[in-house]
């Protein structure tokens, strides 16, 4: 206690703020290195489970999919008219950056023609786009899957071993802690597959959301389409 302020005066703070996280930092090695060596999969699975989610955040934002000043500019085509508007319109569907603008392109490029074809046409390069949308929602599966499994499979694999050194002599709290060491990668497996459980579901969530947004959109940019649009 009495060194302490001595202590905060000589070193600096990052090495005070090193030490004091020394501790925690210090327990997650060593749960991961009495986990032997079924945590490098694991952590591998661990790296790609999080990479998978930033991925997805990414490509499902916003801006990427239904950039909103597009979505009010395809909303408010048929009031907008001939001028710069309609200029702006088309040279963002061309540019074809977000999904909204590659479909309402596809939409573009049929006009004049009957609405039902208008449609067709779109839903069938729809399918492309929803696929991109859906990329990475199979990693996740797969890790969701294969984490808990590495994770018993660690387990059993600690437990044959803990259990072959039985004999009458064995020390039963050794035994005991070995069980204890064993179960870590089940641990870490499960710590694994809830995040990405949970990314799951809001992302496929999130897709449907844009999706039904996206056909509503489209469905009236189509009606509009089977009229002509202004400089067609």
Excluded: W
């Excluded at 797969?142 to 064995?170: E, H, Y």
């Amino acid at each position: 206690m009495i060194l302490a302020p001595l202590l905060s005066d000589i070193l600096p703070h990052p090495v005070l703020a090193a030490a004091a996280l020394g501790g925690p930092f210090q327990a997650s090695m060593d749960f991961l290195t009495k986990g032997g060596l079924f945590m490098i999969p694991l952590a591998l699975t661990s790296l790609i489970g999080t990479t998978a989610i930033l991925y997805k955040f990414l490509s499902l934002s916003r801006n990427r999919v239904i950039p909103p000043v597009l979505e009010k500019q395809i909303a408010g085509f048929p009031q907008s008219g001939v001028g710069d508007q309609v200029e702006l319109v088309l040279k963002e569907l061309q540019r074809g950056s977000s999904t909204l603008a590659r479909l309402a392109a596809v939409a573009h490029r049929h006009r004049g023609k009957p609405q039902r074809d208008i449609i067709l046409a779109v839903e069938s390069a729809s399918r492309e786009e929803i696929t991109r949308l859906h990329s990475g929602i199979g990693i996740l599966d797969i890790v969701i899957t294969v984490g808990p499994l590495l994770g018993l499979l660690g387990t059993a694999s600690g437990l044959v071993t803990t259990f072959q050194g039985l004999s009458d002599a064995a020390d039963h709290l050794a035994i005991a802690r070995g069980i204890a060491v064993a179960l870590n990668t089940t641990i870490f497996g499960l710590a694994i597959a809830v995040p990405c459980v949970v990314a799951h579901g809001f992302f496929t969530r999130r897709i449907e959301v844009l999706t039904a947004r996206l056909e509503s959109l489209l469905a009236d940019f189509a009606h509009v389409c089977q009229k002509g649009t202004p400089h067609s």
